[in-house]
């Protein structure tokens, strides 16, 4: 069921790519083969396999090849998406330290971790994450708000 | 005799005092990542890219540290298949099926004892290999034009469908959507902008650290929260350490031979270590007398699958130096790891930078000593790692993870990607398509196209020159080969079922 509603979309990506790569043109070229060809080529093969397994799911697998995803997952997927896209979106503007540690406390609630474990493991990991790369590794991180405490 | 002088050469690069350090955090840091379930090598190795790149590693300390980890990683994934009965990592999934049973028997100290033991003649037998071919397959392989490379990456991902066993068209698939993946961005021939929707973030292209750790770090991020318990109750470790010498000759002949397997799997692109480990175990199984008891805590099957993925991480150095085609997923990220670098994986690099080649061969060696001696005494520690909750361990991973995509470009852009790819990994992991696939066509999709252009602007546009020499005629044929495995497989399994099930 999954299974064919992904290659269903695989097989939309494919004719919508293909017609994206159409339309790619050099300005001026000095060989025989363009920038679209090779695209092309592996759209056409790409969407000849979905195409397979559209129509023919039990040739490999099907429905039994999907991992049974239970009902209960789907709102702790999506909270675990959220986090992820929240630590995204304030890395830069919250800063490392404190977006890390707001992130890994609510990381660590969703693993089943309790209120205090969580906090100090939030703390631990912000602070010393931050200093293990910052300051020994030198990958910059940026500090974001906390700029205006340092010097 | 050229050979020995320049492994020699290798010996003194791998041995200066940094070298040595190095290969002794990577070989640290490879036990741990591949003993912590839900950390592969490829992520142990793509995380480590970034911090090399900061610290201003020169390219041989950085291989050296890369490929450390790679072995440390095959070392550290049987702590926890013996232990827990939960491979560490993939290859590490034939181990669980003897070791776990040894250790309910109170014998975990002597299935941790052998089975170090067997990593190490595996891993052994596996760099004399790459030293004795390497080199061969190296001066032959400087003869290759274009379009024979072009023809030695379709056999390369050719291979990966062939020997995916029951999924063959899944991860041609899997293959395709990396291959597509890697044509994103400025094509480097005609400046024109492909599939970049417009953003600047795609105009050079997706970073493969960003697909790399998106692929499998988020997505295994994503399957671990199926698995919230609190710490794992590991089997302690007691009595008698180290294994006998009785013990020891039981599994000898079975090391040779699971040895020399795991080598030859991890040359063959795409194959592997878990393929390499499963075939080894499958085939000790078949070999041994009747009162054998594999699956109910042999020596011999524990050997050999750990004789088999070491051997087959090790082998799989040889087509990624020499052709520049990576022969597993780890060996795929380490050519990335290159290519930041500017050096192009290939014949040429025996010549131009035997300092690299070498000093990398020499510390597999060194990484391989390293872990044999540091694995016996210190297992206690390590299996004090084990008890780490999910709930301390999935955060840091989390965070970790995007210190090494942000570290690439500085630019939240590479991290929104990550999630993205993350969410679509995820995906294709529920629905058993291999990621792996995916990973090996990426890096080598450009290459791929690179050749293939070339090739055909030498010829003016003439199909044929794909076609016209002796190398690439064979290549070929080989590929039909592969095509046909599938097929053949398929077509001789339904001859069979119809004796068993007359009316399915």
Known sequence: ?151 | MDTLHYLGQGFGVALSPNNLLTALAGTTIGTIVGLLPGLGPINGVALLIPVAFALGLPPETALILLAAVYLGCEYGGRISSILLNIPGEASAVMTTLDGYPLARQGKAGIALSISAWSSFIGGFIATVGVVIFAPLLATWAVSFGPAEYFMLMVFATACLAGMAGDKPVKTAVAVLIGLMLSCVGIDANSGVYRFTFGSLGLSDGIQFVVLVLGLFSISEILTLLERTHHGQKAIKASGRMLFNAKEGASVFATNLRSGVLGFVFGILPGAGATLASAMAYMTEKRLASKDNRFGNGDLRGLAAPETANSASACGSMVPMLTLGVPGSGTTAVMMGALTLYNITPGPLLFQNQPDLVWGLIASLFIANVILIVMNVPMIKVFTRVLEVPNWTLVPAIAIITSIGVYAVHATTFDLFLMIGIGVFGYILRKLDFPLSGVLLGFILGGLMESNLRRALSISNGDLSVLWSSPISMTLWALVAFIVALPFWRAWRARKRTPALQPDA
């Open chain 1, 1 to 151: 069921m999954y299974q064919r509603l992904f290659t269903g979309f695989l097989l939309v990506a494919c004719a919508v790519l293909g017609w994206m790569a159409w339309g790619l043109e050099a300005p001026f070229s000095y060989e025989p083969v363009g920038p679209r060809a090779y695209p092309l080529l592996l759209l056409g093969l790409m969407a000849a396999g979905a195409l397979l397994l559209f129509i023919k799911p039990a040739l490999e697998g099907g429905d039994s090849a999907e991992a049974p995803l239970p009902p209960i997952m789907i709102p702790k997927l999506l909270l675990c998406l959220a986090l992820l896209l929240a630590l995204a979106a304030l890395f830069e503007r919250l800063g490392f330290v404190l977006s890390s540690i707001a992130f890994a406390y609510g990381m660590c609630r969703l693993f089943g971790g309790r209120n205090l474990q969580a906090i100090v493991v939030a703390v631990v990991l912000g602070l010393g994450l931050y200093f293990l790369f910052d300051r020994i590794l030198d990958v910059p991180l940026p500090l974001g708000v906390l700029a205006a405490l340092e010097n």
